[in-house]
């Protein structure tokens, strides 16, 4: 870390506009299926970024990331390691060209401060030969996260366990799968359209 490196902070991208899916969701076995579906589409390379409050469903998400790729061991939010790795073997699903998915890491940006700290851990560079990337608390970290990230962002829905998830595409770079990723959340009724341009909601600013 040096004097000079910004703080983490939300970040925006004004005059972009994304695709976006929104979806209802009710209970937290919803959260990890639709997480295990869009881990079936994944690429090697890609960073899945989890943007919501404390106990908004970012670890419940990453699990079911998780066993959508064939992780079978337990896991749990890395906020003291920072990074887990889960080696995988033979993950279900279409992952397109490139190198076949070897590696899934794990990373809570939580306790860092500075995108200094995020770079430090190297989370662009571990997933570029086999490996695939899902970060909690990722919006405090994208500016050096790589350009190819799918946002998930997850907040508070109607009645005690429902929750919504918007799923954003900021640089585009899932242009040629995302029809393919809606078809497969049909179940859910996605509402399909353009991510907002001004960034965070009012209340995802904080951690």
Do not use: N
């Given at each position: 870390?040096?004097a000079?490196?910004?703080?983490?902070?939300?970040?925006?991208?004004?005059?972009?506009?994304?695709?976006?899916?929104?979806?209802?969701?009710?209970?937290a076995?919803?959260?990890?299926?639709?997480?295990?579906?869009?881990?079936?589409?994944?690429?090697?390379?890609?960073?899945?970024?989890?943007?919501?409050?404390?106990?908004a469903?970012?670890?419940?998400?990453?699990?079911?990331?998780a066993?959508?790729?064939?992780?079978?061991e337990?896991?749990?939010?890395?906020?003291?390691?920072?990074?887990?790795?889960?080696?995988?073997?033979?993950?279900?699903?279409?992952?397109?060209?490139?190198?076949?998915?070897?590696?899934?890491?794990?990373?809570?940006?939580?306790?860092?401060?500075t995108?200094?700290?995020?770079?430090?851990?190297?989370?662009?560079?571990?997933v570029?030969?086999?490996?695939v990337a899902?970060?909690?608390?990722?919006?405090?970290?994208?500016?050096v996260?790589?350009?190819?990230?799918?946002?998930?962002?997850l907040?508070?829905?109607?009645?005690?366990?429902?929750?919504?998830?918007?799923?954003?595409d900021?640089?585009?770079?899932?242009?040629?799968?995302?029809?393919?990723?809606?078809?497969?959340l049909?179940?859910?009724?996605?509402?399909?359209?353009?991510?907002?341009?001004?960034?965070?909601?009012?209340?995802?600013?904080g951690?």
């Open positions: 870390m040096t000079s490196s910004p703080s983490l902070s939300p970040t925006s991208s004004p005059g972009a506009s994304a695709s976006a899916v929104t979806l209802s969701l009710v209970g076995d919803a959260t990890r299926q639709v997480a295990a579906a869009i881990a079936r589409r994944v690429r090697s390379g890609d960073v899945v970024l989890l943007v919501g409050d404390l106990g469903g970012k670890t419940t998400f990453a699990q079911g990331f066993t959508g790729l064939g992780v079978t337990p896991v749990t939010s890395p906020t003291f390691t920072l990074v887990r790795e889960y080696a995988l073997c033979e993950p279900p699903g279409e992952h397109g060209p490139g190198p076949a998915l070897v590696t899934l890491f794990h990373a809570d940006l939580y306790r860092l401060d995108l200094g700290d995020v770079e430090d851990l190297g989370i662009a560079e571990r570029e030969d086999g490996g899902v970060v909690e608390w990722g919006d405090l970290g994208s500016p996260l790589g350009p190819g990230v799918l946002t998930v962002r907040e508070p829905g109607a009645g005690p366990d429902g929750r919504v998830v918007v799923l954003e900021p640089a585009g770079c899932w242009h040629d799968r995302w029809e393919g990723l809606v078809a497969s049909e179940r859910w009724a996605p509402v399909v359209g353009a991510a907002p341009a001004e960034g965070l909601p009012a209340g995802e600013a951690r």
